[in-house]
């Protein structure tokens, strides 16, 4: 079984920052690919950045520059740190992790955590 959560989420005001976690626990073999997507009221989910396990990392061209996305593979764990939130950052943000168990190589999701970003 494979398990992975999100923390961090918030209210936050334009222009303030906040650190997103992920980890994923349980029983496997090594994690590939982390990523973050993100999900507004009425919107497709969209992929806001990813990270390999090898640290090469992309981001969604709204979020360059303010986003960042690190991970610390002894632990499993990915982070993104958002700086200069715009309240088009509102949404809810999903981490899914690529993991190899005993089962074999699959996607596995967290459950979500909100952001909403407002004065």
């Known amino acids: 079984q494979v398990q992975v959560v999100e923390f961090g989420g918030g209210l936050v005001q334009p222009g303030g920052s906040l650190r997103l976690s992920c980890s994923a626990s349980g029983t496997f073999f090594i994690t590939y690919a982390m990523d973050w997507y993100r999900q507004a009221p009425g919107k497709q989910r969209e992929l806001v950045a990813g990270?390999?396990?090898?640290?090469?990392?992309n981001y969604a061209d709204s979020v360059k520059g303010r986003f960042t996305i690190s991970r610390d593979n002894a632990k499993n764990t990915v982070y993104l740190q958002m700086n200069n939130l715009k309240p088009g950052d509102t949404a809810v943000y999903y981490c899914?992790?690529?993991?190899?168990?005993?089962?074999?190589?699959?996607?596995?999701w967290g459950q979500g955590t909100q952001v909403t970003v407002s004065s």
């Open positions: 990270i390999t396990r090898g640290g090469s990392t």
């Open positions: 899914k992790a690529d993991v190899h168990s005993i089962g074999g190589r699959a996607d596995y």
